[in-house]
């Protein structure tokens, strides 16, 4: 009677720390779900911060076409980079194109 008394209290611990193993495996699925959500959230939020930062720079670029100075323009070779001036707007650069090019 002492050993199923025995067997019954084990089997009893181990119910009890595996239904502690569940309840924490289940605690840390919602955690990091939760963590998920909030860093889609924070990535949506930064995304449209970066669509709004960059519409000033896309207006820039339509009116200075490439006297701005940005990727592309460190992209160009060398000697493209000296025939532009980025600073002149096109008619002092077509003035400066019909001295110096």
Known sequence: MQSIRSEVATANQENEKNSRAVYDYENSIELSRKFINDAEAKYETISNKCVELE?????????????????EFFKL????????SPWCDKVTQRARDNVFV
């Open 55 to 71: 519409k000033p720079i896309q207006e820039a670029r339509s009116i200075l076409g490439p006297y701005l100075i940005d990727e």
């Open 77 to 84: 070779s060398h000697e493209k980079k000296h025939i532009l």
